[in-house]
């Protein structure tokens, strides 16, 4: 059974060798922030296995750490770079600019809301 549980943690650490040339490849930082959620991920797993595997509840409470740190480096991510706004949104649009009133067409309308 340990040796199961290590061969699952060598697959692991490969998918994070396969991560790291996705780092290096890929063309925007939203591919590196996913590549690094892969790390956090995969590192988690690999302590929780090799924690079971060689029996050291350490590991365990390391493996909660980097679970917490991968959730602040996402957190942080969409704070600086913030969410991609879908095309069409208000967001994309050219805002209206308002029109200076002309007396001789009547009161001006109040469109906006109080």
Known sequence: ?????????????LTILFGLIRVLRGPG?????????????????ILLLLGFALDQPALVDVALVFALLAVVAAVAFVRQHGLPEPAGTPMHEKPVEEQPHDPAHGPAEDTHDR
Do not use: P
Request: hydrophobic residues 55%.
């Open 1 to 13: 059974m340990n040796l199961l549980l290590v061969a699952a943690a060598g697959f692991l650490l």
């Open 29 to 45: 930082s939203g591919d590196r922030m996913l590549t690094a959620q892969l790390f956090g991920t995969s590192g988690v797993g």
